[in-house]
């Protein structure tokens, strides 16, 4: 019988593997892809998408019809839960699939627990394709009203939700709404003060509240609650208070990092099952914590193909180099962006130019592999 390669998740970390699916099938191995769409949203364009500024053609990779073109299954499912005993993947659709090489890159989710009752009009800046569903719905409200939108969280994706609402309502609404950011300690406070600098004063300029030194306790429809015992009433809510990883492994008893990540040793492989590979937000790097940046699982790309490859052939596995430190480019929205590498950052259109560079060429390589 031929040899199973399945794949869960259809991620950032298994593009080069997508892209050479064909090298598999021409070895003779079966391969199948299980992911709950048909696409796969780049995030790093993912605020640019909400402000209109990219379209969802523009970000997003066709996963099933690159799949399917070179021969594989695409099965459209979530995986729930592993058993590597009998190599099992057990779907949310009640169906199953048994491999003899599993690679996961199942991301990770913005958990929800702040939130109390009805989930109406309160979005999570993950997956990417809810910042559609947001879009449409800001869009309608601020065709009518004047509204207020909330957004929880202090990080780099809470700063570019808040930049890229501005330029939504600038360009598409009558009524510009009120931006509130709820950033918990401060703002962007894991970043130089450089850079936070550039953060508060792109904000402030354009008007956009910042509220810190105060920790968002409960979050319904319509109502932000802080521990300090304020509230605040937001129309919209986003939720963007940092992620975790997906939790299939730790809900499998697969060993898991501090984080609930597969844990993973340099071959990108689980510590205690060698058929198991794993890349993206989804692992916990045994020999290091890596930040939970796509920057990473694009950088493990040839590493899981090549040894994904390796395991099935029986040869030797390669072992992955997370590489120094990287380069971040934040989406202000107006046309402006903050870089930031080592000691090198500034801000402006030029930064924002860079980055619309380097994310338009990515995503080409990968638009590519549709034809
Ligand atoms: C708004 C925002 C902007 C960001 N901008 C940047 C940036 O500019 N640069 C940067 O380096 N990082 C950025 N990040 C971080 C970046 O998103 C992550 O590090 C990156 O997405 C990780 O890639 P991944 O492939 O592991 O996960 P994901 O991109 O989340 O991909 C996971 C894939 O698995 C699928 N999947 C999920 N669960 C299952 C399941 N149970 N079964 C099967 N399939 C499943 C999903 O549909 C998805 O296709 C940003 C994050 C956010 C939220």
């Given amino acids: ?3 199973h390669l399945v794949l869960v998740g259809g991620g950032h970390a298994h593009m080069v593997t997508l892209k050479n699916l064909h090298a598999f099938i021409d070895k003779g191995y079966k391969v199948t892809v299980v992911g709950p769409s048909h696409y796969h949203y780049y995030s790093g364009m993912g605020p640019g998408m909400l402000s209109r500024t990219y379209s969802p053609d523009d970000i997003r990779f066709a996963t099933e019809h690159v799949v399917t073109k070179q021969g594989g299954n695409f099965v459209l499912d979530k995986a729930v839960k592993i058993e590597p005993s009998s190599r099992t993947v057990y779907l949310e659709s009640g ?12 991301g990770s989710y913005v958990p929800w627990d702040k939130v109390a009752g009805d989930r109406t009009d309160i979005f999570s800046v993950k997956p990417i394709e809810t910042l559609l569903a947001a879009q449409k719905r800001i869009v309608q409200l601020i065709g009518q009203k004047k509204i207020t939108i909330g957004i929880v969280g202090g990080g780099p994706s809470s700063l570019e939700i808040a930049g890229n609402i501005w330029k939504l309502a600038k360009d598409n609404g009558k009524f510009q709404p009120t931006i509130q950011i ?6 962007m406070s894991r970043f130089h003060e450089k850079i936070r600098k550039m953060a508060y004063r792109s904000l402030r300029k354009r008007n956009i509240d910042i509220i810190e030194h105060d920790y968002a306790k409960e979050i319904s429809t319509g109502q932000i609650s802080l521990e300090s015992g304020k509230r605040y009433a ?6 963007a208070v940092g992620v975790k990883p997906a939790t299939i492994f730790k809900d499998s008893g697969l060993p898991t990092g501090p984080d609930d990540g597969l844990l993973v040793n ?3 492989q689980s510590v205690e099952h060698p058929e198991i590979f794993g890349g993206g937000d989804c692992i916990y790097f045994q020999d290091q914590p890596l930040d939970k940046v796509g920057v990473y ?6 590493v899981l193909f090549y040894n994904l490859m390796a395991t099935l052939d029986g040869t030797e596995l390669q072992e992955f180099d997370p590489g120094g430190s990287y380069l971040l480019i934040f989406n202000l929205g107006d046309g402006k962006g903050i870089l930031g590498k080592n000691s090198l950052m500034f801000g402006g259109r030029l930064a924002f130019m860079i980055k619309d ?3 338009r060429k990515f995503m080409r390589e990968f638009h590519e592999m549709e034809k």
């Fill in 1 to 3: 019988m031929k040899k």
């Fill in 95 to 106: 169906d199953t699939i048994t491999y003899d090489v599993l690679s996961c890159n199942a």
């Fill in 182 to 187: 709820f950033a918990g300690s401060e703002l």
């Fill in 234 to 239: 937001a129309d919209i809510i986003f939720l």
């Fill in 266 to 268: 340099k071959f990108l």
């Fill in 297 to 302: 699982a694009v950088r493990e790309n040839p």
């Fill in 357 to 359: 560079y380097i994310d």
